[in-house]
């Protein structure tokens, strides 16, 4: 007859496959790289915790670039709004020009090369009855 014995839970089996998963990452990451003579044999929490330095190392990255991304950004609205103001005060100084431009004073000024002066009378209204027409 069989033995009896205790069955472990399912949860308890899948750690420890993930752990030996993890374990064989960090060791060929160990062989490539060749943390041990970096650190030490006898010190190996660098090499059992390589999957969360890199993913540290990971998120600072994207981090710096993010930052340098915002920063680049920032000054591009900077540049275009001092662009923008430049534009603006241009526009009012045309529109102020063109406004000035079309007074009868400036009208005369520049007619009178012409040999055209201003009418001294000023104009005639003309009525028309219903019953004419």
């Not at 190996?44 to 990971?58: E, K, N």
Request: glycine share 4%; no cysteine; net charge positive.
């Amino acid at each position: 007859m069989a033995q009896n014995t205790f069955r472990q839970p399912e949860r308890i089996v899948a750690r420890q496959k993930k752990q030996k998963r993890k374990n064989r990452l960090t060791l060929w990451i160990n062989d490539v790289i060749g943390l041990d003579r970096l650190f030490g044999e006898d010190n190996a929490w660098p090499i059992r915790h390589i999957d969360r330095i890199l993913w540290v190392t990971l998120l600072l990255i994207i981090y710096i670039g993010l930052n340098h991304n915002a920063e680049r950004l920032v000054r591009r609205i900077q540049r275009s709004k001092t662009q923008v103001d430049e534009l603006r005060a241009q526009a009012t100084t045309l529109e102020a020009d063109f406004m000035k431009s079309g007074k009868q004073s400036e009208l005369s000024k520049r007619v009178s090369g012409l040999g055209l002066t201003d009418s001294l009378t000023p104009p005639h209204k003309i009525v028309v009855n219903l019953n004419e027409h």
